[in-house]
């Protein structure tokens, strides 16, 4: 059994679907994450699903993707744009990083046109709501079938 796609969200996500549905729509985590889990079991994957709205939490998941994880997909939300200890820790992660969004950040606020964690990521998906994290999983799974090549 190949080791699981870790799956990670920054600060405030775990607010998804109670507040601003105009910009990332009307579906809660839980939602997102039974989308992920459907997708990756079709991709003959697993995830691994976790929210923290701690920095440090985060870059704990994320050195424990290097030795437990295959991938990792990350929408670090608002960390993406403040964080370099976030970046630090995916340049160490060794295994490959996809970036991902809900809403499209290069037509938003100037401040939210560039990401840290864009440095480490192989790709970004974004402004496509909950798809984009499942196209984020798609592009991950693709990424480590290569590597295994
Ligand atoms: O579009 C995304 O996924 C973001 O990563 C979301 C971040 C934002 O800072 C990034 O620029 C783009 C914000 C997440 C806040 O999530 C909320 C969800 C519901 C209600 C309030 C905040």
């Known amino acids: 059994m190949s080791k699981p796609i870790y ?3 920054g600060p ?8 601003e549905p105009e910009i ?18 079709a991709l003959g994957c697993s ?6 709205n701690h920095e440090g939490e985060l870059i704990d998941w994320i050195q424990e ?9 990350i929408n670090p939300a608002g960390y993406g744009h403040t964080s370099v200890a976030i970046l630090d820790a995916l340049k ?4 490959p990083v996809v970036e991902c969004h809900l809403s499209n950040p290069a037509s938003r606020e100037a401040f939210r046109h560039q990401t840290y964690v864009s440095l480490a990521a192989t790709g970004t998906v974004s402004g496509f709501g909950a798809a984009s994290y499942e196209l984020a999983i798609e592009a991950a799974a693709g990424l480590v079938g290569e590597a295994s090549k």
């Open 7 to 9: 799956v990670l969200s």
């Open 12 to 19: 405030n996500l775990n607010l998804l679907g109670a507040r």
């Open 24 to 41: 990332y729509g009307h579906q809660t985590l839980e939602d997102v994450q039974r989308l992920c889990e459907a997708r990756a079991s």
């Open 47 to 52: 995830i691994v699903f976790r929210q923290s």
């Open 65 to 73: 993707a290097r030795t437990e994880g295959s991938a990792l997909v």
């Open 92 to 95: 160490a992660v060794g295994v």
